[in-house]
DNA sequence: TGAAGCCGTTGACTTAAGTTAAGAAAGACC
DNA sequence: GGTCTTTCTTAACTTAAGTCAACGGCTTCA
């Protein structure tokens, strides 16, 4: 199975026949140069990505100063919020490394759903534990001191400070860079 | 229309006979004092909830200390992260009212799926709008200082202020009973 | 090769939150 | 009514992040 969605949703859902000719049929696939801006602040949204490789970065301006809120990688889904909407975009994606997605629209997705129900039963029960897994990390990411921030990201997404600027990661955690160089200093000098 | 939750969902699909009667029939209405633990950690849990009125705490511990992570009130379905999953819960939920609420069970929901695939679709979407906006209000909470976080809460939840008691309000916000009485304090000054 | 920019680090200073402890006010319970 | 508990406030002290500024390393590009 050459097909990354494909072998996405075969964790999931068997594959039929049928669905597998249907989803390799309208599959779009596009590729990004790193740097590439996929959705500006003030612009409508009508796709949504799913990452197959490299990575997305979502983050809105704030008295001209960029606030990261996501890196989205392999094997997830981009969903703008104001995608399908006709509401204007408040924040930017950019490909921060050369990037290779999977493209949906509103109308492709209705299309799917209609003649693949079970997509969105899926959809359905991955976006609810999806969000359960939200609602834990917020929780947690609340009362965590910023040391510790800056720990669980080590942990549970190591790649992230390979691939991205130090001060992007900072104002991924909600910290100045100052403030993140020094966290590591201090690290660094526990050891 | 007496009903909660076909109240409820009037807003989003059109109420058929047949649904409307389907879900008269199943609906299951339970109403628990103030103080009530519905789920403790380490239990298993089969049911979610529709808060018809009142206000159920979410809240975990750690370190012997309580943290809240949410406060749902009206209108707001309660569901928790092992819901019909045999995983033992890891937080508390706690009426910190009297509370009416509807009662779901994963049996109840899929039996409602297979006979109206719409309530599924609308589900998803308001699963998926729900998500976004999450993934907005914790961009802003994780730069806002805490003053602008209390603040915030003011603003869209002031009903809670009321509701709750400070020190759980605190543990909300992600800081400590003593600091939300000084910014309390500060802000009052300045006005 | 040299100038300009971007990025990360460091230092000095200010500001605010955590910590610990104590006390006042309001309610619950007997 | 009086005691106990919970809740909130206040104060003194410690600790860490924000702010501002400067500097060195690195890349880019003319």
């Known amino acids: 199975m050459d097909n990354e969605i494909l072998k996405y949703l075969s964790k999931y859902i068997p594959i039929t026949k049928e669905l597998e000719e249907e989803i390799s049929k309208i599959e779009f696939i596009k590729c990004f140069d790193k740097g590439t801006v996929l959705l500006e602040e003030g612009k409508i949204s009508n796709e949504c990505y799913f990452i197959i490789k490299g990575c997305i970065r979502s983050f809105y301006l704030k008295d001209g100063e ?26 930017y994606l950019e490909c921060i490394e050369d990037t290779i997605t999977g493209v949906g629209t509103p109308e492709l997705e209705t299309e799917i759903y209609q003649k693949f129900p079970q997509i969105e039963s899926l959809n359905r029960a991955l976006g609810e534990a999806i969000m359960a897994k939200q609602q834990d990390s917020f929780a947690e990411f609340k009362m965590a001191s910023h040391e510790e921030k800056y720990l669980a990201l080590l942990k549970n997404r190591p790649d992230l400070l390979q691939r991205a600027p130090q001060h992007q990661i900072a104002s991924y955690l909600g910290i100045k860079p100052e403030s993140l160089s020094r966290i590591r200093k201090r690290i660094m000098n526990q050891k």
């Open 66 to 91: 960029e606030r990261t809120t996501e890196f989205h990688t392999e094997e997830q889904a981009v969903v703008p919020s104001a995608y399908g909407s006709n509401v204007p975009s408040e924040y």
